[in-house]
């Protein structure tokens, strides 16, 4: 861990030549020699722990458990490409570790070319999300798995279809019986999301801000805490809280200001309001959730921004009606920077899954694997 | 590492029920307590030393070093899908660690749902192979990593679009720089390839057999030395031979009968007489490396033959002329897993990328990036 930068305490002789000269004045430009002082950081720590809680060690609840079996059948499907009509499309393919869980691009790539309708957000600490997708279509990450299963990153016809792909490879079977004892079918596609959810479940990335909210007031630097308080002061936390920083609601984007005359967006997207049909609906989205932001632009529904200083001023544009300093933003953004934690070992790491060759010829979709569906887009 | 069996000794006195009538008849018949004495294992070690050769560490040359600066840059190159012209391809794609660095299609999957004209290897011990590609037309896999960046599996128009990729995403310049110190420009495709090329050649994957070349020779079971034996014996190893059990030398794919008839190809590859028009190269391909070999189905240049246990018959049948039994099958699929070592932590563990948005703007590709060029096969 990069242990935060200390503030100039003051003490010891000060050797004072040009150089030094040059860079006290950049030091007091820069503000951190008039640091706020000790009792301002328990009042941050204080405020910030009104609004933001420490990560949990995983997302597991009553109904969903992270049992070991689970667990392990759930990382082997995340990974197993197999199961998509034309073997190339995967859980992985748009959440990949070393993009630290997410795919770099604006709107994923599914098979058969198809672009996905909404930018894809990172799959580490979503099973702490109050829904899941932009639109909150989705109650949890297990029913957004078992969707998935028929959307463009997997594109199978149907369950029956995407089931038969599954059951095609040896050793499958027997993980799913360990998994979900006692059900005499437990091959069906609502376990698949149940094993999928179980291992994202686990997938929680505790930072420095963690430590910070534990009590350790310097495990942020001092401009760290400074773009918390501002993070806090200019109303970003209203939205933005909880454990994961955020997906805990839904709100408008473009409180103040139409979004796309700031993000450039080509496309004006309805957000809920394409669900729901209720104008009260109409370009709310979920709130993003900001753990390991810094990790993986671009950002909004349609990344259609490509960097979190440009992301982090237009929010405070069109959400808040502030025109945020650059010093601002850029204290907010080293903030952001402190909710990058690891990469947690079991997905940084590939199982190796059984090995057998993809079928084409499943399901009769050998047919469908040459045609080119319509993108949904 | 799994122990081996040990074979049945002689010794110590045996309780005799009808269980155990039953195991020393199904002992008897499996043929292993009339297992070949000590001096036929010797022999059989010595055979083996004859053709085969343990793995180095790596697969460096005088030409193509591995220094870490090379090996940490390729590996980041190799899981960046950013370098692809819609930001969905990657080495990684076709060369998926969880399939132990393939990726279990008959033909890989590129970008714009282009197939590629045959069948990827994994690319674990690929260093070793005397040329890359089924028809070995490149010399290494430095050449094929830097031509691979305008094949379907990247798709770029040309190599200044590829790096224009490259250079836009933060951190690489550097890293190019440490890896090729000393020139005015390092980011070319050229040293791209050699930067892959570099991270490739450390992935060895030494497994028990080379154990068993160094002279353990129970490292192997009795039933994989047997399978050993009957592959050297029957003509296996006459062309499978190396550190690679393979990938030395071009054979004809159908000696002794047409392959097609055989594996039920849909179409005939005339292999490498496409490349040199050279009626003695008809059907001539690069002799797979069998390293690895039972976790990456299916096999062949077109991925026609789903199973290891077809395969070794197949190619008793169509380049040897025998009709190899089931027993002789199974003993050599036994040995052949035997080669099967573990994933080296640097491919089975996913780098951490420098975060930046892909974007499908940069060099003028986006117009092409949503026509659809036709598939290369």
Same mark, same amino acid.
């Given at each position: ?15 004072v &030549? ?7 004045? *950049? ?45 392990? +059948?759930?990382r ?7 199961? #998509?009509?034309? !073997?190339s499309g ?14 770099? +691009?604006?709107?994923?790539? !599914? ?8 930018? *894809? ?12 997708? $932009?639109?909150?279509?989705?109650? &949890? ?14 594109? &199978? ?26 059900? #005499? ?6 376990? $698949?999301g149940? *094993? ?7 997938? /929680? ?11 350790? #007031?310097?495990? +942020?630097? *001092? ?24 997906? !805990?609601?839904?709100?408008?984007? !473009?409180?103040?200001?139409?979004? $796309? &005359? ?12 394409k ?28 990344? #259609? ?12 544009? /069109? ?45 009769g ?13």
């Amino acid at each position: 861990m990069n242990k935060p930068h200390r503030e100039f305490a003051g003490s010891g002789r000060i050797e004072v &030549n040009h150089a030094g000269l040059m860079a006290l004045a *950049a030091f007091l430009f820069s503000g951190t020699l008039f640091a706020k002082p000790a009792e301002d950081d328990a009042k941050l720590l204080k405020k910030a722990r009104e609004v933001f809680e420490p990560l949990p060690k995983d997302a597991a609840t009553g109904e969903f458990p992270v049992s070991t079996d689970r667990v392990n +059948l759930g990382r082997m499907l995340f990974f197993d490409p197999r199961i #998509s009509i034309d !073997g190339s499309g995967s859980c992985l393919h748009c959440h990949q570790p070393a993009l630290y869980g997410a795919d770099a +691009l604006p709107k994923s790539r !599914g098979v058969h070319d198809q672009v996905a309708p909404r930018n *894809a957000p990172t799959v580490l600490n979503a099973g702490l999300q109050f829904k899941i997708h $932009w639109d909150g279509v989705f109650e &949890n990450v297990e029913e957004q798995a078992t969707k998935a299963l028929l959307g463009p990153g997997f594109g &199978n016809p149907d369950h029956t279809a995407a089931m038969a792909r599954v059951k095609a490879i040896p050793g499958y079977s027997e993980m799913f019986q360990k998994a979900f004892p006692g059900e #005499s079918d437990s091959m069906t596609a609502h376990n $698949w999301g149940k *094993a999928i959810g179980a291992y994202e479940r686990t997938l /929680v990335t505790p930072s420095r801000f963690d430590e910070y909210l534990g009590g350790e #007031s310097d495990a +942020l630097s *001092a401009v760290e805490r400074r773009g918390l308080s501002t993070f806090i002061d200019t109303g970003c936390a209203q939205c933005h809280d909880g454990p994961a920083i955020g997906g !805990g609601r839904f709100e408008k984007f !473009g409180v103040v200001n139409d979004y $796309w &005359n700031e993000t450039g967006s080509k496309e004006i997207d309805q957000g809920r309001f394409k669900i729901t049909n209720d104008s009260a609906d109409l370009y709310q989205f979920k709130v993003a959730g900001l753990r390991n932001v810094a990790m993986t632009p671009p950002y909004f529904h349609d990344g #259609s921004v490509g960097t979190l200083t440009e992301a982090v001023r237009i929010m405070a544009k /069109v959400q808040l009606g502030t025109d945020i300093s650059e010093n601002d933003t850029s204290d907010v953004v080293a903030f952001l920077r402190s909710l990058t934690g690891k990469l947690p070992d079991d997905f940084a790491s590939a199982p190796v899954l059984p090995p057998a060759a993809f079928d084409p010829m499943l399901s009769g979709t050998a047919s469908k694997a040459v045609s080119r569906p319509k993108p949904e887009e």
